[in-house]
């Protein structure tokens, strides 16, 4: 029999295709009929974030401009709360603590982790038991850490005695009594609770640098100082920065520590209230003026935008350079 030549196989004709053209030939295929699929996954979160995050800010916007109180709706005012605001003093004492929060903690949240987490890096088991250590503090709770930290720095409180006897001090030293003492000691825990969490994000980072930098450090005579600043910052420099935006997030807003410290009164004469400590006192108990509170809120959220927009100008710049 003799073989198709390669004109006959051209000129063939061409068989048709089993698959059909979607929307041409015939109708549309399962995938352009459930165009909605992938925000079937979505819908969820979308509206645990409506409920949650969306509705809450727009009802305490809509707040903010009226004079409700918790067993009222109250009537629109405009912009008076925010007027009555800006005059209040204690609204000038929660923002300055607050502030000097950012400013103490956010440095020492940013560096000592990262000091700590190069110092418990290796894989051994005293180091595997250092770091589990240090981390015991984040999943406590911030409740039971301050009332042990309030009995510690007491005037009767193991500190003071310690001190004491020692003969370091003749009077016990006002921790909790003193307006920046008791601010500096609640920095203190803040920043005693937070080493462990922060440590573990720098780790992480520390596991993604290359090994042979540091070995190339080393031949080119770098000691251990000019190889952290050398090698370890600059390869966890995006850390840095990460945990700088949430330790200052976290600062401004920070709650607990000043409230089990001061016992809920804020300090002697409020002198300790922070933002939030402000908005909890405006916003609840059968007293609440919640319009007042929506004003705080607002006030809140516009100055962590502006850390927000501040930190990230920063680095932009620091990556185009």
Known sequence: MAQPTVKDRVAAPVTSRPARRAGRDGPASST??????????????????????????????????????????????GLANFERLFSD???ATAMLNSSAYVLCVVPLMVLLPLVLAVLVRGNTRIMGFF????????????????????????????????????????????????????QFSAMFVTVWMGLGYYMVIYLA?????????????????????????????????????????????AA???????????????GIGGQNLTMTMLVQREGTGLQAQTGYAGAISLVMFVVLGAIIAVQLIVQNRQEKS
Do not use: C
């Open 32 to 77: 352009h009929s459930l165009w909605f699929t992938p925000w079937l996954f979505v819908a969820p979160a979308i509206v645990v974030v409506g409920l949650l995050v969306v509705y809450p800010f727009i009802n305490t916007l809509v707040l903010s401009l009226t004079d409700s109180t918790m067993l009222q709706r109250g009537a629109f005012i």
């Open 89 to 91: 003093p204690r609204f």
């Open 131 to 182: 770091r589990t250590t240090f981390y015991l503090p984040v999943v406590m709770s911030a409740v039971v850490v301050g009332l042990v930290w309030t009995n510690l720095l007491g005037k009767q409180g193991l500190v003071n005695e310690l001190l004491q006897w020692l003969q370091v001090i003749a009077e016990p030293v006002p921790f909790l009594t003193d307006r920046w003492l008791l």
């Open 205 to 249: 980072a520390l596991a993604n640098i290359d090994d042979t930098l540091y070995d190339a450090a080393s031949v080119d005579g770098a000691g251990v100082v000019r190889s952290f600043l050398n090698v370890t910052l600059p390869g966890v420099s995006n850390t840095m920065f990460l945990i700088g935006l949430l330790s200052s997030i």
């Open 252 to 266: 401004f807003r920070v709650f607990s520590e000043v409230y089990v410290l001061t016992n809920g009164t804020g």
